[in-house]
C-alpha cells in the first residue's frame, strides 16, 4: 500500500493512547467500534510505526526529520489532533514557539481535554512569559489526569521562574511520587536545595539523579557544585571534570572546576581553568576574582 494511503488511513484511524492523552473515553468508545473492523490491526499497526519513526527521530535529535512527518500527517489530515499533538512537541523542541503555540492549540480546539496539548501548551505560554495563562493551562491538565508527572514539573518549572520555590518544590515532589526516578525531576529538587544552601540533602538527590543517568554532564556539574560546598574536593574535582569536559563552553561549569582545582591545592591548574572561563564571559565577576586572587 502506498506511503500517501497509509499515512491518510492513520488519521482517521483510532488513536492509541499515549502518555500525554486526554480524552480517554471517547478514544476507547472509538477503538472498541473499529475493533470489529478487519482492517483495524492494519491500522494500529501502522499508526505505532509511524509514531515509532517519529519517536526515533525525536531520540536522535533529528528534529527535521520528525517535523516534516508529522506536517505530511496533519496536511493529510487536519483533524488529528495527535498529528498535531506531536508536531507541536517538535516545534517546541526546535525553539519555534509559535508554531508550536499554533500547533498545540489547534490540537486543544479538536480534543478540549487532550492532557498532552495542554501541557505542551502550558510550557509553550511559559516560555512566552505567559506564567498565568501556563498555569491554568497545567492546572486543568492535572485535573483531568492527576497521574501527570509531566504537567507536575511543568507547573513546578513555572512556579520556579517567579520565584516561588515552596510551591515549586512542592511540584516536583509531586512528579516524584508518580515518577521517581525521573532525573530530571530530581535534578530540579537538588538546584533548588543548593540554591538553599542544603548541600547535604541536594547531594542525596543528585546520587539518586546520577545512578538514574551516569553520563549526564549537568547532573555531574551541580552533584560537582555540592561536593565542593561541603569541601568534597576529591569527588567535586571528578564531577566538575566529567562536566567540563561535556560542557566545554559552559563559563560557569569551569568557574567551579577552577574552585575544585583551587580546593584540591593545584593552583596553576585552577588559574588556567578560570583564564578559560573568563574567555567564554568576561564579565563574570566571580571568575575575576578568583582569577586575581590565583595570581598573587
Given at each position: 500500500?502506498?506511503?500517501?494511503?497509509?499515512?491518510?488511513?492513520?488519521?482517521?484511524?483510532?488513536m492509541i493512547a499515549s502518555p500525554g492523552c486526554?480524552?480517554?473515553?471517547?478514544?476507547?468508545?472509538?477503538?472498541?467500534?473499529?475493533?470489529?473492523?478487519?482492517?483495524?490491526?492494519?491500522?494500529?499497526?501502522?499508526?505505532?510505526?509511524?509514531?515509532?519513526?517519529?519517536?526515533?527521530?525525536?531520540?536522535?535529535?533529528?528534529?527535521?526529520?520528525?517535523?516534516?512527518?508529522?506536517?505530511?500527517?496533519?496536511?493529510?489530515?487536519?483533524?488529528?489532533?495527535e498529528g498535531q499533538q506531536r508536531l507541536g512537541?517538535?516545534?517546541?523542541?526546535?525553539?519555534?514557539?509559535?508554531?508550536?503555540?499554533?500547533?498545540?492549540?489547534?490540537?486543544?480546539?479538536?480534543?478540549?481535554?487532550?492532557?498532552?496539548?495542554?501541557?505542551?501548551?502550558?510550557?509553550?505560554?511559559?516560555?512566552?512569559?505567559?506564567?498565568?495563562?501556563?498555569?491554568?493551562?497545567?492546572?486543568?491538565?492535572?485535573?483531568?489526569?492527576?497521574?501527570?508527572?509531566?504537567?507536575?514539573?511543568?507547573?513546578?518549572?513555572?512556579?520556579?521562574?517567579?520565584?516561588?520555590?515552596?510551591?515549586?518544590?512542592?511540584?516536583?515532589?509531586?512528579?516524584?511520587?508518580?515518577?521517581?526516578?525521573?532525573?530530571?525531576?530530581?535534578?530540579?529538587?537538588?538546584?533548588?536545595?543548593?540554591?538553599?544552601?542544603?548541600?547535604?540533602?541536594?547531594?542525596?538527590?543528585?546520587?539518586?539523579?546520577?545512578?538514574?543517568?551516569?553520563?549526564?554532564?549537568?547532573?555531574?556539574?551541580?552533584?560537582?557544585?555540592?561536593?565542593?560546598?561541603?569541601?568534597?574536593?576529591?569527588?567535586?574535582?571528578?564531577?566538575?571534570?566529567?562536566?567540563?569536559?561535556?560542557?566545554?563552553?559552559?563559563?560557569?561549569?569551569?568557574?567551579?572546576?577552577?574552585?575544585?582545582?583551587?580546593?584540591?591545592?593545584?593552583?596553576?591548574?585552577?588559574?588556567?581553568?578560570?583564564?578559560?572561563a573568563l574567555a567564554i564571559t568576561p564579565e563574570?565577576?566571580?571568575?575575576?576574582?578568583?582569577?586575581?586572587?590565583?595570581?598573587?
Amino acid at each position: 500500500m502506498g506511503r500517501r494511503l497509509i499515512l491518510t488511513l492513520l488519521c482517521i484511524a483510532p488513536m492509541i493512547a499515549s502518555p500525554g492523552c486526554a480524552g480517554a473515553r471517547r478514544r476507547a468508545q472509538a477503538e472498541a467500534r473499529d475493533s470489529t473492523k478487519p482492517e483495524s490491526s492494519f491500522l494500529v499497526d501502522a499508526r505505532r510505526n509511524l509514531n515509532e519513526q517519529v519517536q526515533q527521530a525525536i531520540d536522535e535529535k533529528d528534529y527535521a526529520a520528525a517535523r516534516a512527518s508529522l506536517e505530511r500527517t496533519v496536511s493529510e489530515n487536519p483533524f488529528s489532533a495527535e498529528g498535531q499533538q506531536r508536531l507541536g512537541e517538535v516545534l517546541l523542541l526546535q525553539g519555534w514557539l509559535d508554531g508550536a503555540h499554533a500547533a498545540y492549540s489547534k490540537a486543544l480546539q479538536l480534543d478540549p481535554d487532550y492532557v498532552g496539548a495542554l501541557i505542551g501548551l502550558g510550557q509553550v505560554e511559559a516560555r512566552m512569559g505567559r506564567y498565568r495563562q501556563a498555569i491554568e493551562r497545567l492546572d486543568r491538565a492535572i485535573d483531568i489526569d492527576p497521574k501527570q508527572a509531566e504537567a507536575h514539573c511543568a507547573l513546578g518549572e513555572v512556579h520556579e521562574a517567579l520565584g516561588r520555590s515552596d510551591e515549586a518544590l512542592a511540584a516536583y515532589f509531586r512528579a516524584l511520587e508518580i515518577e521517581p526516578t525521573a532525573a530530571p525531576t530530581i535534578l530540579r529538587v537538588a538546584m533548588l536545595q543548593i540554591a538553599g544552601a542544603r548541600y547535604d540533602q541536594a547531594l542525596v538527590r543528585l546520587d539518586q539523579a546520577a545512578e538514574v543517568a551516569p553520563k549526564d554532564p549537568e547532573i555531574r556539574f551541580h552533584r560537582g557544585r555540592a561536593h565542593l560546598a561541603l569541601g568534597h574536593a576529591a569527588s567535586a574535582l571528578a564531577d566538575l571534570e566529567f562536566a567540563a569536559a561535556s560542557m566545554t563552553d559552559r563559563s560557569d561549569v569551569l568557574y567551579h572546576l577552577a574552585l575544585a582545582f583551587e580546593l584540591s591545592e593545584q593552583p596553576k591548574n585552577a588559574l588556567s581553568t578560570v583564564e578559560r572561563a573568563l574567555a567564554i564571559t568576561p564579565e563574570n565577576s566571580a571568575a575575576r576574582d578568583l582569577a586575581e586572587r590565583l595570581r598573587r
